[in-house]
Each structure stands twice: as C-alpha cells, then as structure tokens.
C-alpha cells in the first residue's frame, strides 16, 4: 500500500509563502504522476496542479498560474509544493495524491496524503 | 459556484438506493470520463468510482456511476450508515484544461 505523508500544519501572514510537503514509499515517486488537491473551510475540492514521475513535466490550474510551484526531490522520495503571495482564502486542507495507474496521467486521484493545514491569517 | 453542479444535499435511509448527479457540459461531462469521490469527515477523500463506472480495488459493488451526455450519476444502493459523507465528481475540462470538481453534495443517512 503505498503511502504518503505530508508536512505539519501552517500558519502564514497574508503575502507570505508556504512550502508543503509530501514524503512517498518505496518506487512511487519513479512511476505515478501526484496531484495537488486542496480543500477550504465550507468549500469543495480544488484540483491545484500536477507533476510527473520524472519532474520534467508540471501543469497548474489557471487558478494558480505564477503562484504555485510543485517540484520533486528523487533522492529524498519527496514532492514539494509551494505556494506564495498567500490570502485568507487560501486557508485549506491541502492534500498530495497518486495518480492510480503507472506513468498515467488520467487524473484518477488514488491514495491521498493526510493533508496539511495551512491557514493564512494576520 | 461550480461548473459542475451537482444537488447540495441528498437524505435517504439505510438500506435505500440513492443517486448523486452531476451536471456539466460538452467542453467537461460531454467529453470526457468522469470520477467521484468520497470524503468522511475527518480522513482523507477516496476514490470511488474512476473512467466514469470502473470501481477501484476495495470499493464496494453498491457503488456504481454513470454517464449521459453532458450529466453523470454515483448510485449507492443497500445504504450503510457509514455511507455518509461528502461526494464529489470530478472530470477534465477540454476548455479550461484543468480539472474540474462538482461543488459536493452532503448524504445523510438517517
């Protein structure tokens, strides 16, 4: 069962940034495509962005164009997202997911990471 | 508000079927698969139902999803208390290329 595990919550000031990140077992990182998903307070969830097994390839929702970096670190079997220019309503749940097949980049979100807490306050 | 839509809550009673649909149109639902998801308070969202009605390992056979057009439904049938959490569908969106989710609908099981 593969696993993901995410960083600590976070409390920043507006404009800040925050770093989050999202430790895999074994092979993961070296086959499945992870996702960005995240969750505010009384709101759905929001598909943020996506990385590839080989970190080469990264697509972001337009929401989130220039605010948001997703990176891969092999050697540590980490995935790292970073979000700047932060704003109360950014305060969520955000969550780390696999892709469920292989080298697949079909957006079916299969294991998620337990969430981070990141709230944004003055 | 989501360009899916989908019905804010939904109530039925243990061992009743209910269905969960989901609204879009020809650029998301219309032309691509759809997924859903579940999400307890408290833990982690689970996939359900993927490629719009292929379950995943481990998902009960009451689960089942559907497509027509631009409108999607999750079907829950035998309802078990613990059936109760929020549900999402998901899909790809050709115009705005990104993924999209329906704004969640509550299930109560009474």
């Known amino acids: 069962q593969v696993q993901l595990v995410q960083s600590g919550p976070e409390v920043k000031k507006p404009g800040a940034a925050v770093r989050v990140s999202c430790k895999a077992s074994?092979?993961?990182?070296?086959?499945?495509?992870i996702h960005w998903v995240r969750r505010a307070p009384g709101q759905g969830l929001e598909w943020m962005a996506t990385?590839?097994?080989?970190?080469?390839?990264?697509r972001y929702a337009q929401k989130f164009q220039g605010r948001v970096t997703v990176t891969r670190d092999m050697s540590a079997s980490t995935i790292y997202m970073d979000l700047s220019s932060l704003r109360s309503d950014d305060t969520a749940v955000y969550y780390c997911?696999?892709?469920?097949?292989?080298?697949?980049?079909?957006?079916?979100?299969?294991?998620w990471g337990q969430g981070t807490l990141v709230t944004v306050s003055s | 508000q989501s360009v899916l839509t989908q019905p804010p809550s939904a109530t039925a009673t243990p061992g009743q079927r209910v269905t969960i649909s989901c609204s879009g149109s020809?650029?998301?639902?219309?032309?691509?698969?759809v997924n859903w998801y579940q999400h307890l308070p408290g833990a982690a969202p689970r996939l359900l139902i993927y490629?719009?009605?292929r379950r995943p390992s481990g998902v009960p056979a009451r689960f089942s999803g559907s497509k027509s057009g631009t409108s999607a439904s999750l079907a829950v049938s035998g309802l078990k208390s613990e059936d109760e959490a929020d549900y999402y569908c998901?899909?790809?969106?050709?115009?705005?290329?990104?993924?999209?989710f329906g704004g969640g609908t509550q299930l109560t099981v009474l």
């Open positions: 997911v696999k892709e469920l097949n292989e080298f697949s980049s079909s957006f079916y979100f299969d294991s």
């Open positions: 990385i590839n097994p080989t970190g080469s390839y990264t």
């Open positions: 074994g092979n993961t990182l070296a086959k499945f495509y």
């Open positions: 020809s650029s998301n639902i219309g032309s691509n698969a």
């Open positions: 998901a899909t790809w969106d050709d115009d705005l290329h990104g993924v999209l």
């Open positions: 490629n719009t009605d």
